[in-house]
């Protein structure tokens, strides 16, 4: 079960972002394929560097990134970390 208090900071600070199940979710648009793996690459750079690593899917013109803490079973403050690093990053529009 995901903290009230980390819920809160989700929607203050992270609004594309969403809890599903025991993950942190959020995805983004792109005008084409090359795009979509541009920022699928700069995320693999960001979490190698947080050696934190989230499961990516490219498709055409679309990412979509899932956090979750496996050895906590759940989303934690390192996952929300990620996610503000991520998003700070990408910046394209929500999907």
């Known amino acids: 079960m995901v903290s009230d208090e980390v819920l809160r900071r989700i929607a203050d600070q992270?609004?594309?972002w969403a809890v599903e199940g025991e993950e942190l979710v959020a995805a983004w648009r792109f005008d084409d394929f090359g795009g979509a793996l541009a920022a699928a690459v700069a995320?693999?750079?960001i979490a190698e560097r947080a050696n934190h690593h989230p499961d990516l899917?490219?498709?055409w013109?679309?990412?979509t990134a899932r956090l979750t803490t496996?050895?906590?079973?759940g989303v934690t403050a390192r996952d929300l970390d990620l996610a503000a690093a991520i998003e700070?990053?990408?910046g394209a529009p929500a999907a």
């Open 61 to 63: 013109g679309r990412l």
């Open 70 to 73: 496996h050895d906590a079973g």
């Open 14 to 16: 992270l609004p594309r």
């Open 57 to 59: 899917v490219v498709g």
């Open 43 to 45: 995320v693999g750079m």
């Open 88 to 90: 700070a990053r990408i």
